[in-house]
């Protein structure tokens, strides 16, 4: 019995520490004003399916949201919500939103980071201001090696195609097959 409940709180914590500490818009921007970290913004719609694979598989990964709550504020922002957001001295909504089970207009800030699909991940820096987008869906194994990339900035490094496969042929990956 002992064994069966020591097995028990070994999953409990492990799925405890796999998640991820979401946080909206304003709170990443708040939070980086003490404590300076860069920001991965997960746009993503309700209707979307490869949204809520994303969240579960990808982002819930114990590899991934482990790096994510170390080293990102990790926002997921509705695209088509109706959050009020002040982002560089704008205002974004979204004033043609509409409550219940129904697609809605792009939200301004959506529009603003050039957003036009979901799933898309936004990266910004410690000052908030954009470094760049990945569009479509991505697993765990697949977006491990841009976490780092961005958080160490190599993306100031790595300027071409051939720099990028190289890095990626050195990345050691965590995520077992």
Not at 49 to 67: A, D, F, Q, R, W
Not at 150 to 160: C, D, G, Q, V
Request: aromatic letters at 16%; glycine letters at 2%; a positive charge.
């Amino acid at each position: 019995m002992r064994k069966l409940i020591a097995v028990f709180f070994t999953f409990l914590s492990v799925f405890a520490f796999s998640q991820v500490k979401w946080m909206t818009m304003m709170e990443a921007l708040e939070a980086q004003k003490v404590q300076p970290k860069k920001i991965l913004i997960d746009f993503y719609a309700d209707w979307c399916g490869p949204c809520k694979i994303m969240e579960k598989n990808t982002y819930n990964h114990p590899v991934i949201s482990e790096y994510l709550n170390e080293n990102y504020y990790f926002v997921k922002f509705n695209a088509e919500g109706n959050e009020i957001i002040n982002y560089l001295g704008k205002v974004f909504q979204n004033p043609n939103f509409k409550k219940g089970k129904t697609r809605n207009s792009l939200h301004q800030f959506t529009q603003f980071m050039n957003i036009n699909a979901v799933p898309t991940i936004v990266f910004l820096d410690e000052k908030a201001n954009p470094i760049t987008l990945l569009q479509g869906a991505f697993t765990a194994k697949e977006l491990e090696p841009y976490l780092p990339f961005f958080a160490n900035n190599e993306h100031w490094r790595i300027k071409t195609r051939e720099e990028w496969e190289n890095y990626q042929k050195k990345f050691k990956s965590k995520i077992k097959d």
